[in-house]
């Protein structure tokens, strides 16, 4: 079975920082755009960031640029998200995704388990 696993999540004061990584198991994703998703409780699941298959090409979410930094180790088929200067807003359960298929942007079929980041003020 396919997965994407999430960690690195926890409880942080505002300002500090996080590193969330996302590995694949049962297959590689090297080959893929990976993305973070998250999803605030009671809202929707809102997109974080993205990167290229080859990590020149990144994307971010408004709310997070400046702030976020994706990145990937394809060695290690892993992707990472930085967070720094974390604002209580970005308190939500963080997601890893891929695509169906390698070398598109979408749409985002596989899913991991989701990491909790809780800021506190």
């Known amino acids: 079975q396919v997965q994407l696993v999430e960690s690195g999540g926890g409880l942080v004061r505002a300002g500090g920082s996080l590193r969330l990584s996302c590995a694949p198991s049962?297959?590689?994703?090297?080959?893929?755009?990976l993305a973070w998703f998250r999803q605030a409780p009671g809202k929707g699941r809102d997109f974080v960031a993205a990167?290229?298959?080859?990590?020149?090409?990144?994307n971010y979410a408004d709310s997070v640029k400046g702030r976020v930094t994706i990145s990937r180790d394809n060695a290690k088929t892993t992707v990472y998200l930085q967070m720094d200067s974390l604002i209580t807003e970005d308190t939500a359960v963080y997601y890893c995704a891929a695509p169906r298929f390698p070398d598109t942007m979408g749409p985002y079929d596989y899913w991991g388990q989701g990491t909790q980041v809780t800021v506190a003020s």
């Open positions: 049962g297959r590689t994703f090297s080959g893929y755009t």
């Open positions: 990167i290229s298959c080859s990590g020149n090409w990144k």
